[in-house]
Structure formats: C-alpha cells, structure tokens
C-alpha cells in the first residue's frame, strides 16, 4: 500500500471563501484521484488529476469550482472555490500506486462552511 | 456510464453469523471490483477485491464472488465479530474509462453482540 497524507485534516470556513486541500503520497504515483464524500453518504468522484496534464473532470464538478494542480508524481492539490454550506463534505484524495486499478485512500480533509 | 448499486443499504446480524452484501453493476466492460470497510471517521479500506477473470476469492473470513453474465458481485463475510461493525462499499471500475472506480451506495453493517 502507498502512505498517503492530507493536509489540513479539517477545517471551518466562511461561505464565499476558497481552501486548498493538498495530497502528498510517499512514492511516485501516475494517476491521483480526487473524490467527495457527503455526510452519510458514498464515495462520488471529482475528477482525475495526471502529472503533466490537465485534470479529467467528472460530470457535475468543473474546473472553476474545483481547480485542482499536479505539479509532480506525488503531490495533487485541490481547492473548493467560492465555498457555500453545501460543499460541506469530506475530501479525500486517492492513488492508484501500482497501476493494478487498487486505489488507497488518503485519510480525507473534514470541510465545514458556515 | 458505470452504475453500481449496492443492497441492502444497512444489515444487523448476530455476532458469529454471516453477513451477505450484493451489488450489481451496468458496464459489461467493468474487470475490477474491490470492496472497501469505513470505519467512522477513517478513510476507506480495501478489504478484498477481485478481477473479471476470477469467480470466487477469499481471504479469511471473507469472500467476494462474481456472475459476470448477471453483471452480480458480492462480499460474504462467516463468524462476524463486533469489529465487522463498519460502512461496506462495493465499486467497479474498467481499463477503459481510465480506472476511475465507481462506488455503490454503501451498507451499514452492525453486529449485534
């Protein structure tokens, strides 16, 4: 399994402001997957973040609101812009380390908008 | 796109006995099916997982079987113990739509001592 971290593990924020949630893995990984988690809820994909290129958005979820960066092979951000109450959720961020389709999870960010 | 659908939505059995989750799902190209254990406020584990190639695999006291041709996957788990209670994702994903998996909508496992 890879180790993968999540910074901030959680935060209070103000509607209308923006926050960026960063992944860093321990190893290079091609393929990083960003993923939301409503309370209660399942596992519903953002988008696909591959180093050198533009990140591959699922439908539902645009760039605008959720521009993410993959600078290198073992580091992703995503930020949740112009943020309301509803974006309240868990953030999670996953790698595909072994290109075997096994996804391991990061330990996910907790975002409150007041 | 893929669809996975994931019953029953919350299960409470008997310490000691089993437990059956099922899901189907709607790609006919879908080859990998992992399932993961949430437990409350940890990120998702994967428990067992199982390819388009295979029909059964176990590990332990679990165990996922496959019908490709009904499109059915399922996690059994036998002498349930009070650390089994956890949210049990199903998900599928294909080479084709570039591994993105595609998570069921969860089950609530309680064992009940």
């Known amino acids: 399994s890879a180790v993968i971290s999540q910074k901030p593990s959680r935060d209070i924020c103000q509607r209308g402001t923006s926050l960026t949630i960063q992944c860093q893995v321990d190893?290079?990984?091609?393929?990083m997957f960003w993923y939301r988690q409503q309370p209660g809820q399942s596992l519903t994909l953002i988008a696909t973040a591959n180093q050198g290129s533009e990140a591959t958005y699922e439908s539902g979820f645009v760039i605008d609101k959720f521009p993410i960066s993959r600078p290198n092979l073992t580091f992703s951000t995503l930020t949740v812009s112009n943020m309301s109450p509803e974006d309240s959720s868990i953030y999670l961020c996953?790698?595909?380390?072994?290109?075997?389709?096994?996804?391991?999870f990061g330990p996910g960010t907790r975002l409150t908008v007041l | 796109g893929e669809n996975v659908e994931q019953h029953p939505s919350t299960l409470s059995v008997q310490e000691g006995d089993s437990a059956v989750i099922k899901c189907t799902y709607s790609d006919s190209a879908s080859n990998y099916f992992p399932w993961y254990k949430q437990e409350l406020g940890k990120r998702p584990q994967l428990i067992i997982d199982?390819?388009?190639?295979?029909g059964e695999k176990k590990d332990q006291r679990i165990a996922v079987t496959l019908n490709k041709t009904a499109k059915h996957f399922s996690l059994h788990i036998t002498e349930t113990q009070p650390e089994d209670s956890a949210v049990y994702f199903c998900?599928?994903?294909?080479?084709?739509?570039?591994?993105?998996?595609?998570f069921g909508s969860g089950t609530r496992l309680s064992i009940r001592p």
């Open positions: 199982i390819r388009s190639n295979v």
């Open positions: 190893s290079q990984v091609t393929m």
């Open positions: 998900a599928a994903s294909s080479r084709s739509s570039a591994s993105k998996i595609i």
């Open positions: 996953s790698v595909d380390r072994d290109k075997t389709d096994t996804q391991y």
